[in-house]
């Protein structure tokens, strides 16, 4: 294993183990997600060699997935070319009991969640701190909701009339005002009370249902498998069906 510590290191194990077991030789076409574990997605799809590398193609869900393919070589290509993906591997802001999500940290969760139902198989990566029983729990910002720009104020409303009473425009941390998604969108962050993330796709309708929303950051019931790096250097592996299993330390050291 690499000389990683702390959180980095549990990232790259749940990385590195996700790709050894669901990024096999006969798959073709890979969609790479976002965030901080994803690098560790495409380090490992390297390591698998040159000569397999150059059968695939690969889709990202926006710029920094985008410029991680690019820099490593690999063969980029777009949804519009290849509709049918082999497998979607993806990060998390926050992972419950039954493999719902919380995605759009990152405000890419339009074409994350294409690229999860282009798939036959869409995986989740992350650390140990995104693993809940419920979301909410440690994700406090709320769903993060992409909106059409010109419809924000009255979306702002309508999320608060359905229980969000926190729910707020996403503003940029480098720039003056809104963030703007690759899609030119702006972002809304809709925190609901506890008992309400325990049906996360009755969430997921309700916001659905409202004019001028483009895409929630709820995905219920699309993960075929969660891979979580511990603190103590094993990988725990939720999957669909309910079971969990674990990766224990030795296991990557023999």
């Known amino acids: 294993m690499s000389g990683l510590a702390g959180i980095d290191a549990a990232k790259q194990l749940a990385a590195w183990t996700a790709v050894d077991e669901h990024v096999l030789p006969e798959h073709?076409?890979?969609?790479?997600?976002?965030g901080s574990t994803v690098?560790?997605?495409?380090?490992?799809?390297?390591?698998?060699?040159?000569?397999?590398?150059?059968?695939?193609v690969?889709?990202?869900?926006?710029?920094?997935?985008?410029?991680?393919i690019v820099n490593a070589?690999?063969?980029?290509?777009?949804?519009?070319?290849?509709?049918?993906?082999?497998?979607?591997?993806?990060?998390a802001?926050?992972?419950?009991?039954?493999?719902?999500?919380?995605?759009?940290?990152?405000?890419?969760?339009?074409r994350e969640k294409v690229?999860?139902?282009?798939?036959?198989?869409?995986?989740?990566?992350?650390?140990?701190?995104?693993?809940?029983?419920?979301?909410?729990?440690?994700?406090?910002?709320?769903?993060p909701v992409e909106v059409t720009p010109f419809a924000y104020v009255s979306l702002l409303k309508n999320?608060?009339?359905?229980?969000?009473?926190?729910?707020?425009?996403?503003?940029?941390?480098?720039?003056?005002?809104?963030v703007v998604t690759d899609n030119g969108n702006f972002v809304i962050d809709a925190p609901f009370r506890s008992t309400r993330y325990e049906k996360p796709d009755e969430i997921l309708r309700e916001i659905k249902m409202l004019t001028g929303v483009v895409e929630v950051g709820l995905f219920c019931h699309m993960a075929k498998a969660a891979?979580?790096?511990?603190?103590?250097?094993?990988?725990?592996?939720?999957?669909?069906?309910?079971?969990?299993r674990k990766k224990e330390r030795q296991d990557f050291l023999a």
């Open 28 to 34: 073709k076409i890979i969609g790479i997600g976002s």
């Open 39 to 56: 690098p560790f997605v495409v380090e490992r799809i390297v390591a698998q060699g040159k000569e397999l590398n150059q059968t695939r």
């Open 58 to 68: 690969f889709l990202p869900t926006g710029f920094q997935s985008k410029e991680l």
């Open 73 to 91: 070589g690999l063969t980029l290509g777009d949804i519009d070319q290849y509709s049918d993906l082999d497998v979607t591997i993806d990060g």
């Open 93 to 110: 802001d926050e992972v419950d009991k039954s493999l719902n999500c919380i995605k759009g940290g990152g405000a890419c969760h339009l």
């Open 115 to 143: 690229l999860a139902e282009a798939a036959d198989t869409f995986i989740i990566v992350a650390d140990y701190r995104k693993n809940s029983q419920t979301l909410g729990t440690t994700w406090k910002q709320g769903v």
């Open 159 to 178: 999320l608060r009339k359905m229980g969000s009473e926190t729910a707020t425009l996403r503003m940029g941390k480098a720039k003056a005002g809104p």
């Open 227 to 244: 891979y979580f790096g511990n603190e103590d250097g094993s990988v725990t592996i939720r999957l669909a069906d309910g079971s969990v």
